[in-house]
């Protein structure tokens, strides 16, 4: 699985837009971009996933460059709900196992 | 989106002792269920994956004799540590893969905090 590079953390006030990059420059064509967070003491939580097109659920969006070489997560309006480690994880569909990094530590203040 | 329970939430034992976890995929059948740890301020280690019905494959350096994982059921995998030791007490977490969701998503259980006294 290719692996990705993220900030190690990042601060976004409450309310705003929260944009979360990660670049994966060696993805290859099979391989799905998964963004997962984990709030303290909790298991993971997935957010969403995409391979090429962008994608939006009622969490967050995520968009992927043309060449899916980087990509963002974007959350439009954070809350202090939303401090947590979020990861970006290249997996292939067809691939069984998630591996995780370091991921970005994202502390939303007031 | 898909729901993984873990049970039991947290777990204290004492030195010698073996204690079961379980992982069940409470809306979708899972083939493969996944184990890792996390020890405090570090990231998820994957420990083993199991598929329903087959022996798990263990990830280097983890001792399958004393991690014993059962998936006996499309739903239900078991995770139990043998002979634990305060070097166990860790945070255990599993998940499932949903083969029939776009991407073969993972969901993942709220997690078991073991402390070995």
Not at chain 1, 101 to 106: M, Q, S, V
Not at chain 2, 4 to 30: N, Y
Not at chain 2, 96 to 109: C, E, K, M, V
């Amino acid at each position: 699985d290719a692996k990705t590079t993220q900030p190690p953390s990042m601060d976004c006030a409450e309310g705003r837009a929260a944009n979360l990059p990660c670049n994966h420059s060696t993805i290859s064509g099979n391989e799905y971009v998964y963004w997962y967070r984990q709030i303290h003491s909790q298991g993971p939580q997935y957010i969403i996933h995409g391979l090429k097109n962008n994608e939006t659920n009622e969490m967050a969006s995520l968009i992927i460059t043309e060449d899916r070489k980087s990509s963002t997560l974007i959350l439009p309006h954070a809350t202090l709900r939303d401090t947590a480690v979020y990861y970006c994880i290249v997996k292939a569909g067809t691939a069984s196992k998630l591996t995780f990094g370091t991921g970005t530590r994202l502390q939303v203040t007031l | 989106g898909a729901v993984v329970s873990q049970h039991p939430s947290w777990v204290i034992c004492k030195s010698g002792t073996s204690v079961k976890i379980e992982c069940r995929s409470l809306d979708f059948q899972a083939t493969t269920m996944f184990w890792y740890r996390q020890f405090p301020k570090q990231s998820l280690m994957l420990m083993a994956t199991s598929n329903e019905g087959s022996k798990a494959t263990y990830e280097q350096g983890v001792e399958k004799d004393k991690f014993l994982i059962n998936h006996a059921s499309l739903t239900l995998s078991t995770l139990t540590v043998t002979s634990a030791h305060p070097e166990d007490s860790s945070f255990y977490i599993c998940s499932a893969r949903d083969g029939l969701s776009s991407g073969n998503t993972i969901y993942f259980g709220e997690g078991s905090w073991l402390t070995v006294v």
